[in-house]
């Protein structure tokens, strides 16, 4: 779960907001915001585990990918779920999914 603190919030957030302005910035951004947004992702996740050969640790390596795994469930239960649940609503169901949910 990605709730920190506000304290921690504000140290962070200023930092935040100027990286995505930046981004955002960067010439055919709309083209490859995929792209972009994994680069930066991967930059700070090897910055995390820093710099040399001689940090990467089993332990650090995979604290990273963990956040990574929870941000990722967490933005898809938050949005993605709610998103394609209205999206069954006004398309219909697969009819196996369909016959699941029957009581």
Known sequence: ??????????VVDADIDRLVKT??????FSNNKA???NYII???????????????????VNEVIGSLECAKLELYRR???????L???QNGDLP????VQEK
Request: hydrophobic share 30%; proline share 6%.
């Open 35 to 37: 792209g972009i947004l």
């Open 79 to 85: 949005l993605a779920g709610p998103y394609e649940d």
């Open 42 to 60: 991967s930059r700070i996740c090897c910055e995390v585990i820093g710099n040399n050969k001689e940090d990467i640790k089993y332990a650090k």
């Open 96 to 99: 196996l999914y369909e016959k």
């Open 87 to 89: 999206k069954i609503l």
């Open 1 to 10: 779960m990605p709730y920190i603190s506000k304290s921690q919030r504000e």
């Open 23 to 28: 981004m955002k910035s960067v010439p055919d």
